[in-house]
């Protein structure tokens, strides 16, 4: 009981480390694209949110190595196995190093052929291979090393990998405004980002090392016998990472392809929202998988059942109280944040339209991450697959009978990804022995009813959302404090029951106290 007890507290301190520093992180971003954009065109930004398309691209050839890390870590440094955690990281290690040296050249032959598949003019080919290609450099280093963050999650160390993730992103923000205030254009941005994961790099070494002090990463200790993990496991971890790309990034592939690179900015600046705002849920959900496999690895189901019901329920209700609030006041959001110029009136309707299919998809983390922590990933692999057909076979219909649009885009992707969700989440609730009454009154209620509170809101202070940029940002604040209060306040008072007050209660205190 002590163990799962230090599980619990581990999981609490984790859960409130990555809620506040993805908050913060939120906080500070909101910046950044309105700065950005003052010294930078909506073309030449369109391109660097295809830089990271790309990546995420390239980082579907690894994606399964990384859980694997996760999972099976987790599970020997709970049973006092360092020699297999040694084995297990240098060959993972060793494995990505050589994957992402064969697929460098080969990128850098293929790139021209990339650039002439999107809507790229010729005056921004060059600038677009020299941030294609010097991101992807850059995204396989952290690839390399990054384990040591991904070791920082086994051991449950999640909070120290957050506070090490703020500083550099901290620090990369500065350097945003230093370079771009310089003169350096777009590409400040790509020097801003190798320094933030060079220092993340270093300082995830030298924790991990202190923390596992036996940790020897060698070719002595490549073990061919610990392939399997990475072909089995992680093959299919992978594979469903790859459609998770796909299809987090199908709306901007449709825009790039059948509209421009400006309709692609536009959904770069419309998603920002919702996107940044997922890392908080997201991050709860990385809390998952560690926990899990310890449950799993001691076989405790009963904890494993309480981590999907009370977990979905966490998740859905803060995504909700700030999706909702995105939804409701979207066009005095984006108002707000990037002035009145008509060119961005689309991402309104993009940010609006999104923010149910976005939680949708976060509400589905808690049952992954148990389907990986038991090693039944192929689970997962079907909600990716549905999805992304879904999509396809809908897109090649819609687009065929009323023309590639924002808004035929928009209309596609939503229903689809909110229909693949909903039946992965009807399928885990019975696989997992919850009662399908029980997680729509304790998950799906709580979690979508502060979309009532927000539309009634903006609909109450409608003559108040007209003004500056400045009046724009004080009804706003007033208006986010109404809604936390009126929604937080009766998710708090009456759909919480006294035990959840008195937990969330205590994990503070533990927190404050720690």
Known sequence: MNENNDIRDAVSTNVIVSILTNVFYLFTRLFIPPFILSYVPLNEYGLWSYCFILISYLG?????VTNVYVRYVAIYYAN???DKINRLVSTGLITITLLCVFFLPILWWGLPWIIGLFKIGDALHSMAFILFFGTAVVFMIDLTLGTYGNLLHSLQRIDAERYVWTASYLVETLLIVIFLMNGMGIYGLLAAYFVRIFLAILLYAIIVHRLLPQLSISFRNFDRSMLKLFYHFGGIVQLSGILGVVNRSIEKIFSGLFLSMKATGLYEVGL?????????????NAVFLPATAHYHAKEQRGEIMKVFLKGSRFINIITGMMMGFFAAFSGPLIG?????DPQYQAAVGIL???TVAYQMDVLTGPASAIYRSIEQPVKEL???LSQFVFVIAAAAYVFTVYGASIMTINITVVSMMVLSAAGYLVFSALFLQVSLWEYFKQVIVPGFLPYLFAFALAYATQAYAQGSRWDLLYYLIVCLLLHTAIAGGVVWFLLCDQEERRQM?????????G
């Not at 920002?272 to 709860?284: A, E, Y």
């Open 60 to 64: 579907m050839s690894v994606f399964g």
């Open 80 to 82: 006092g196995e360092m």
């Open 272 to 284: 920002k929202f919702p996107i940044m705002t997922l890392m908080i849920p997201g991050s709860v």
């Open 336 to 340: 707000c944040w990037l002035g009145p």
């Open 352 to 354: 609006a339209i999104f």
């Open 382 to 384: 079907w909600y990716g």
């Open 505 to 513: 209660i205590a994990m503070v205190k533990r927190r404050r106290e």
